[in-house]
């Protein structure tokens, strides 16, 4: 079968599918296991069951997630060799080091520790069970560190040198790949979003049970908790998202060109709204702008010159030889927009859900509730807002609980199309990193079946997911109310039932 | 001894670990269908390995990672040249964390079964597809000048590997068993000793010739006297377990793979992928490694963690030392679900 498709395409097509894949798990395990580790430690310190309840609720959606987010990333340790391993043999000597890191240091920690949360509640002291989930907590962020250096590393190569007799990259500075601003600036975005994903799918399904008025001690605690780290972490996102923007206009001129669709340079350079335009001509039909904002982003000023698309493709040229080094720039320009936008309505939604929900402080007395209903959404002091308002402000809270997922992808899509076509930024291209053994058929048929156990998983963990969410935090036990106080359990009693088997 | 020859000695160790705690995990998956008589039975197999499992996999995480840093062109070739068995087993992995994770999440018996169903297929495969493939690396397959697997798939799936197949397969079904009868109690336990002594026969015909194949291909010394230690050891696991010494039949069959493991790699050395095309055109320790400087920083990384990472993994064996047995299992808090879940509120949904 003759195929009309450059020999990359297929193992680009099968890496993005992959990874976003993986990556709808990812931010969700990070900010779950520290939100649940946060609820079971006010647990330990309070002995209140609402936290306890808490726990073992968000603790049991986190597991349903984690389970995916393991296995997806099963197949990322090994799929670079599989379809790049001319890649490999190139970059291997530097980006096999943060890989092997990942899972020496951070992959045990997170499985061997989850192991004994999940296990471990009539087997370990409250204490030392609470640990576990902190130990689980610092393994996904630990593993996140080491994965988004080696990424970072790919966008922005520092630390080696090539070495022509052996015609490979050599790392020379491993430091220096752990600590470049790339790595530092990409882990403080992704851990910030991480964050945001997690307070957003924590507030939608709180008030998914406020709306209903059920569970209502729990929820409002679990929507207090969401909607502080929705802010917070919204705020940092942006905050991470603008440092993050500066250092890719200084490393990537052509990704932040191609992010606002400017061809041309421009001084002061404006911010795009809206733009349609024609990408082989290279300009645009339609742009809406807001003047100097483009270099105030860039430089913090709002006159300095931005580079356009063109300029900087001339530049390569010019450097690197005959070719086209533009990316995709509807997705790259899309991808940008989606990103913030989808982020920033979950900030946005964050930010006024603490103020309507906020307690004592300006609040008439008659608007606060006790812990047993759910609270009011006060406009102002003395006014409440109305009840058609209060439902919809919960409904949409709900609804846009996966706003920031599709956030998380678009950024990433960006991040990854934007850098083509170079798989290494600079120094080696996406064309000459694919395994050359490799048949199409083969890869075709691993596309195949990863994309159709994938989309059966997705199904799967999503039905798990609402039936769970649904059920809401079950009642407590004795049992769970009153842990052992020995490590391996209570000997007393040989015929204790387990607190959790599979 | 050069960083690279310590770094072919810390990747056998990274996949003895594997083989040794995977090894059992694959047995007791492929035990739910030939041991347990019910779904009970199944569970409380399911169970002695559930709060282990996943730390047990990260081995071969850290194996694959660890080659990648060390070993550039040996993951290249290895991964991108045995790509569809590959595939099949990632398959198996995925499909297999997931059933665990997943089974008792519904209380519908079909869907249990089903998972059980998942749990059985995909830990019997790769349990084979692993002896295959280490069969292939051990025997040499055909690399060209460029370091590029050549060969087609069928050209794995020849005699020598196949029996690698087996081997990996019985030895890790044995293993497990023995496994089952130290971390259950009651019947279950009784049958998993005498399923054991069967197992463990079959695994010594299947392993023995194959062990003896790879010696009389490529052994030498040092490589006979790991095959001695593994009939040696695979025999003690045999006595230790007819006479119902759990703990020692377990040390016994887990020493039998490492040893097994260790030949492999002594009889590969210094080959890490030995070409069948032309000797020149093998792989070897030197001109696949990375750079001394990357072995450096690899060396320190492992030598503080791999200790720390044993310390903490036997520290969780310790903690879930507790027999199990059907009356141990908890009711599964499944919303939703009848029976003996009734004590728990159903929520209006």
């Known amino acids: 079968m003759e195929l009309a498709l450059a020999p990359e395409t297929l193992a680009r097509w099968q890496f993005g599918i992959t990874t976003v894949y993986h990556f709808l798990f990812v931010p969700l395990t990070i900010s779950l296991a520290a939100l649940v580790a946060g609820l079971e430690t006010a647990w330990v310190r309070t002995a209140k069951q609402k936290y306890l309840k808490a726990t073992k609720f968000w603790g049991k959606l986190f597991l349903i997630n984690i389970a995916m987010g393991v296995v997806t990333g099963i197949v990322q340790e090994f799929q670079f060799g599989m379809n790049w391993s001319d890649y490999s043999r190139f970059v291997g000597d530097i980006f096999g080091a943060p890989l092997a890191f990942e899972a020496l240091i951070a992959f045990f920690f997170e499985s061997t520790f989850i192991g004994l949360w999940i296990f471990g509640w009539d087997k370990l002291p409250k204490k030392i069970h609470c640990l576990c989930i902190w130990m689980v907590s610092i393994g996904t962020i630990l593993s996140a560190y080491f994965i988004l250096a080696a990424n970072s590393w790919m966008q922005h190569p520092v630390g080696y040198r090539y070495n022509a007799h052996t015609g490979r990259a050599e790392l020379t500075d491993f430091l220096k790949v752990l600590t470049q601003d790339t790595t530092l600036v990409v882990a403080f975005h992704t851990l910030t979003a991480a964050f945001l994903t997690g307070a957003a799918f924590m507030v939608g399904i709180s008030a998914y049970h406020l709306m209903r008025k059920k569970h209502i001690k729990v929820m409002r605690t679990s929507l207090r908790l969401g909607l502080v780290t929705l802010v917070i972490a919204g705020l940092l996102t942006a905050i991470s998202g603008d440092e993050l923007g500066k250092v890719m206009f200084k490393q990537q001129p052509m990704k932040m060109a191609a992010a606002e669709a400017l061809w041309d340079k421009e001084e002061p350079a404006p911010f795009s709204v809206f733009a349609y335009g024609d990408v082989e001509k290279g300009h645009n039909t339609v742009a809406i702008e807001v003047p100097g904002l483009l270099s105030f982003l860039a430089h913090s000023d709002f006159s300095s010159p931005v580079p356009g698309i063109n300029d900087v493709n001339k530049a390569e040229q010019q450097k690197f030889g005959p070719g086209d080094y533009r990316p995709n720039i509807p997705v790259a320009y899309w991808g940008f927009r989606w990103m913030i936008g989808f982020g920033m309505s979950s900030f946005a939604l964050g930010l006024a859900g603490l103020w309507l929900t906020r307690k004592k402080f300006w609040l008439a007395p008659g608007l606060r509730t006790g812990d047993e209903e759910p609270p009011r959404l006060a406009l102002t002091k003395n006014k409440e807002l109305g009840p058609r308002l209060s439902k919809w402000y919960w409904s949409l809270a709900f609804v846009t609980l996966g706003f920031p997922l599709i956030a998380n992808s678009w950024g990433w899509v960006f991040t990854e199309m934007g850098r083509q076509p170079w798989a290494v930024y600079g120094v080696l291209r996406t064309s000459d990193a694919v395994s050359p053994g490799v048949s199409q058929g083969e890869v075709i048929t691993s596309m195949a079946v990863f994309t159709a156990l994938y989309a059966i998983l997705a199904v799967v963990e999503v039905r798990l997911l609402v039936k769970y969410v649904k059920a809401g935090p079950q009642e407590l036990t004795d049992s769970d109310l009153n842990p052992p106080t020995r490590i391996g359990g209570d000997p007393a009693d040989a015929d204790r039932p387990m607190a959790f088997s599979y | ?349």
């Open chain 2, 1 to 349: 001894m050069q960083l690279h020859d310590i770094w072919f000695v810390l990747i056998a160790f990274l996949w003895t670990g594997y083989f040794f705690l995977e090894g059992f995990d694959f047995g007791i998956g492929v035990l739910t269908k030939l041991l347990a008589r019910d779904r009970s039975e199944k569970r409380v197999l399911i169970n002695t390995i559930g709060p282990v499992w996943d730390g047990n996999e990260v081995w071969l995480l850290s194996a694959a990672g660890a080659t990648f840093a060390a070993f550039p062109d040996w993951y290249a070739t290895l991964f991108s040249g045995f790509y569809l068995p590959l595939l099949l087993i990632l398959v198996c992995l995925i499909v297999r964390g997931v059933a665990f994770e997943y089974r008792a999440k519904r209380a519908e018996e079909s869907w249990q079964r089903n998972w059980e169903t998942a749990i059985f297929w995909t830990s019997l495969l790769p349990a084979v597809l692993w002896g295959i493939a280490f069969g292939n690396i051990v025997h040499g397959v055909k690399i060209d000048a460029h370091k590029e697997y050549v060969g087609g798939v069928l050209d794995l799936l020849n005699p020598y590997a196949i029996l690698g197949g087996l081997t990996t397969l019985t030895l890790f079904t044995f293993h497990g068993a023995v496994f089952a009868s130290l971390k259950t109690v009651g019947d279950i336990r009784e049958r998993a000793r005498r399923m054991a002594t069967v197992l463990g026969l079959l695994a010594a015909v299947v392993a023995v010739s194959f062990l003896a194949w790879t010696q009389a291909d490529k052994g030498d010394g040092t490589s006979l006297i790991a095959m001695t230690v593994a009939v040696v050891a695979l025999v003690a696991a045999l006595v230790a377990n007819r006479f119902g010494r759990e703990g020692w039949a377990f040390a016994f069959s887990g020493i039998t793979i490492a040893a097994a493991v260790a030949m492999l790699f002594l009889t590969l050395f210094p080959n890490v992928m030995p070409s069948t095309l032309h000797e020149s055109w093998s792989l070897t320790v030197t001109n696949a490694s990375s750079s001394p400087y990357t072995l450096k920083i690899m060396t320190w990384c492992a030598g503080i963690a791999a200790p720390i990472v044993m310390l903490y993994q036997g520290w969780t064996y310790w903690v879930f030392r507790k027999r199990i047995g059907t009356q141990h299992l908890a009711d599964a808090h499944v919303p939703g679900a009848t029976g003996a879940d009734t004590h728990t509120p159903t929520p209006a949904s």
